[in-house]
Nanobody, 120 residues
């Protein structure tokens, strides 16, 4: 069984910064891509950033230049540094990881979500 536990959300003023963390634990043989998604009120879930086990990172256009995704392979942890936050960044942020647990194939796993609110 695999668990993804997120932390770091909260309330911040416009222009401020937050750092989200997500640690994967459990029966993990290998972790492929890790990423962050978000769902704003009344909107569909969207990709924010993804970082493969090897290769280039990918960002939504709306966060390029402001957000940075990184990972610690030894800890199976992914981070999202969010700078210059805007009210439109307000959403529930979900961690995602593609993990092989030794069964047939890699599978998608999700965190429980962490609220980020940008407001003055």
């Amino acid at each position: 069984q695999v668990q993804l536990v997120e932390s770091g959300g909260g309330l911040v003023q416009p222009g401020g910064s937050l750092r989200l963390s997500c640690a994967a634990s459990g029966s993990i043989f290998s972790v492929n891509a890790m990423g962050w998604y978000r769902r704003a009120p009344g909107k569909q879930r969207e990709l924010v950033a993804v970082i493969p086990s090897g290769g280039n990172t990918n960002y939504a256009d709306s966060v390029k230049g402001r957000f940075t995704i990184s990972r610690d392979g030894a800890k199976n942890t992914v981070y999202l540094q969010m700078n210059s936050l805007k009210p439109e960044d307000t959403a529930v942020y979900y961690c995602n990881a593609v993990i092989w647990t030794g069964t047939l194939a890699y599978a998608n796993y999700w965190g429980q979500g962490t609220q980020v609110t940008v407001s003055s």
